[in-house]
């Protein structure tokens, strides 16, 4: 059927509204009748008055898809009964305006914020779940008392130095990483400087987690202190194309990094600021950090401990004894849990 | 038997007067003539096609012509059945009629 632009003097919005909903089995017929129709009003009537009655006429042959099948009178579905249900809800949705608007608002801010919520709950549930031991992977927290507050609180950071001791004296503990958070400031390269939320971490990070690395060698590049592993959006932020591996940046008021690697992905669903990692031995290198490290009582505020168990190894078991450590290590009314 | 709608016999009735010319603008022009009544074309097809589906209608393109943009028409003709349906919408009301002695002859209508 050709339904191709020849000749016409139909406005164009009624070839339009032809196209999109005639069926192939009318559009002759309809195409037809309207073009001779409107050649007869053109005679007849103003150029505007013709249009608008074709357009009228366009739009009222659409009720030949849908005219009822008046041949089956008793249908399945009981159309005219629910039809008739939902003129009765508009009715008295109408008759009480105020009170259904209310009612209708309430309804939907409630279902909005349900569903954030759901969203939010899910997504949290869902982070950190990719890595390949994610069921084998626990965290330190600690409950204690400060300086700061009086009474106990749960603390998602745990001393800087208790993985080590995890590694080699907790039975069921396979592997242990240390994490410090709050590697921030500026980064700069040539004069550009771009804020960044990172964190310390050294070679553990990536045998606990199932981070990769796009450049560098995941076992080295966070040996040396004053190693810096990107992320690969801000990689491309400081270097375009070019190559990173091996550029020195600087953090202002800080020291200067050497970039041993990229990360493969920017988008990790982690906890994690991952913007830039720097190597944990940065920190060790600097003898009044070293020591503050060292000192419970003040390095178990930004230090995490995770911690890969073994197979089968029970939590509780190594719960008790990681709380055991303390009276060993630390002499103080601390109590460290997992 | 459908009983005919006022609507559906009046189509009917112009597509018997029309005989061999009943399409689409031509039965609406014929019907806007005889009852003044304003229609639209969508409102004619339905009810051609209703009368189609009754088996009251019977239709078939025609030929392209050099008018109406070259496109061809869907002429309509009555069926047996349409006429029957015809005859007896037009006995019911002679019926009627003849039940009211008021209006039984054309003289005392006035």
Same mark, same amino acid.
């Given at each position: ?8 003097? =139909? ?6 509204? +032809? ?25 007849? @009537? ?6 608008? %009655? ?16 008046? @041949?089956? $009178? ?8 629910? !039809? #008739? ?5 508009? !009715? @008295? ?8 608007? /209310? ?7 409630? &279902?909005?914020?349900?569903?954030? %919520? ?28 400060? @300086?700061? #507050?009086?009474? #106990?609180?749960?603390?998602? *950071?745990?001393?800087?130095? /208790?993985?080590?001791? &995890? ?37 553990? +990070? ?18 040396? $202190?004053?190693? =810096?592993? /990107? ?39 982690? /906890? ?9 031995? *940065? ?13 419970? *009582? ?16 029970? =939590? ?17 009314? #601390?109590?460290?849990?997992? | ?16 007067? =029309? ?17 003044? !009544? ?8 339905? *009810? +051609? ?36 349906? +015809? ?5 019911? !009301? ?17």
């Amino acid at each position: 059927m050709n339904r191709g632009a020849d000749h016409t003097s =139909l406005p164009g919005i009624v070839l339009w509204v +032809l196209n999109l909903f005639c069926s192939e089995e009318h559009y002759e017929e309809f195409r037809g009748d309207l073009e001779e129709m409107h050649e007869l009003r053109l005679k007849s @009537s103003r150029v505007l008055a013709a249009s608008f %009655l074709i357009g009228f006429d366009a739009l009222s042959m659409l009720r030949v898809r849908f005219r009822s099948k008046r @041949s089956s $009178p008793t249908t399945f579905f009981p159309i005219g009964m629910l !039809r #008739n249900y939902f003129n009765v809800a508009l !009715r @008295s949705l109408g008759r009480h305006a105020a009170f259904s608007s /209310l009612n209708i608002v309430g309804l939907s801010v409630s &279902m909005a914020v349900g569903l954030i %919520l759901i969203l939010f709950v899910r997504q949290s549930a869902q982070q950190d779940e990719f890595h390949e031991h994610a069921d084998r992977l626990v965290r330190v927290y600690s409950d204690f008392k400060s @300086s700061i #507050n009086r009474n #106990n609180a749960l603390y998602g *950071t745990s001393p800087a130095n /208790l993985s080590d001791l &995890m590694e080699r004296e907790v039975p069921g503990v396979e592997r242990a990483a240390k994490i410090r958070s709050h590697f921030r400031g500026t980064l700069v390269y040539q004069g550009t400087g771009l804020p960044l939320d990172g964190l310390y971490a050294d070679s553990d +990070l990536f045998e606990l987690f199932s981070f990769e690395l796009a450049w560098g060698d995941p076992a080295t590049a966070l040996v040396n $202190p004053g190693s =810096l592993i /990107l992320s690969p959006s801000e990689a491309t932020k400081f270097f375009g194309t070019e190559d990173p591996m091996g550029k020195v940046m600087s953090v202002v008021g800080g020291r200067d990094f050497t970039v041993t690697g990229v990360l493969a992905s920017d988008t990790y669903d982690t /906890l994690f600021p991952l913007d830039a990692i720097a190597s944990y031995s *940065t920190l060790e290198a600097v003898p009044e950090t070293r020591e503050m490290l060292d000192t419970w *009582t003040r390095s178990i505020y930004g230090s995490y401990t995770f911690a890969l168990l073994e197979e089968g190894a029970s =939590l509780e078991a190594v719960q008790r004894s990681v709380s055991a450590l303390i009276p060993i290590h630390f002499a103080e009314n #601390n109590h460290i849990r997992i | 038997m459908d009983q005919l709608g006022t609507l559906e016999e009046l189509v009917l009735l112009s597509v018997c007067t =029309l005989t061999g010319d009943a399409y689409g603008v031509s039965i609406h022009q014929k019907l806007g003539d005889h009852t003044g !009544r304003p229609l639209t074309l969508g409102a004619v097809y339905t *009810t +051609l096609y209703r009368l189609q589906d009754k088996g009251y209608l019977n239709s078939e393109m025609g030929g392209a012509t050099k008018s109406r943009g070259g496109r061809r028409k869907r002429l309509f003709t009555a069926t047996g059945a349409g006429l029957e349906a +015809l005859r007896a919408s037009r006995s019911v !009301r002679e019926r009627f009629w003849k039940a009211i002695p008021a209006l039984d002859t054309a003289s005392s209508f006035r």
